[in-house]
């Protein structure tokens, strides 16, 4: 199997939308709207669309995964910081578990990285986004805007020490909260 990595194009949104669709459906933490969200995600002001990207297999000319990093503010009482979000990454079942989404999350964290990025949020597992260089955003006092566990809520600094004066509450688009 050859996978390539590349930016996803207009003509790919509604094969994407089903690849994201199916790689959700039998998640156990999933609200089954995953899809949804990247069409809204899409359609909004924190669209970046270098950091939409696709997993293709070559041997079927096909679209096997999919992720998607947008924009978001870290905010205090002093400074607002933009940053980005890493949601969702998806990969069909069958494509699960041959390191697609690994393939996905590191050409991803590059290209944001080149666009001149210095942070990425993501709400995960706890044993899986470490390998990455994610850490809990609590090291930082970088909270999420909502209930979650300290462990899966995590950020990586694409440059060294870009957190270093900045915490706060992450402010998601209103897009992540609408279905």
């Known amino acids: 199997m050859s996978i390539i990595i590349k930016q996803e194009e207009v003509k790919d949104y509604e094969l994407t939308e089903k690849v994201v669709e199916l790689a959700f459906a039998d998640a156990e933490h999933s609200d089954k709207s995953e899809h949804h969200l990247v069409a809204r995600i899409r359609n909004s002001n924190s669209f970046v669309p270098e950091l939409s990207q696709v997993a293709i297999d070559k041997d079927k000319e096909s679209i096997v995964g999919h992720i998607l990093l947008s924009k978001i503010n ?78 899966a809520f995590m950020v990586i600094e694409l440059r060294e020490n870009t957190l270093d004066n900045v915490s706060g509450v992450v402010e998601y688009p209103s897009v992540f909260f609408v279905d």
């Open 74 to 151: 870290i905010m205090d009482d002093n400074q607002t910081v933009e940053s980005l979000a890493l949601a969702p990454v998806s990969v069909l079942p069958e494509y699960q578990n041959q390191g697609i989404g690994r393939l996905l999350i590191s050409e991803a964290l590059k290209e944001a990285k080149e666009l001149g990025y210095n942070s990425v949020v993501v709400l995960g597992h706890p044993e899986y986004y470490p390998k990455f260089g994610f850490k809990k955003a609590s090291i930082w006092e970088i909270k999420a805007p909502f209930e979650v566990p300290d462990e």
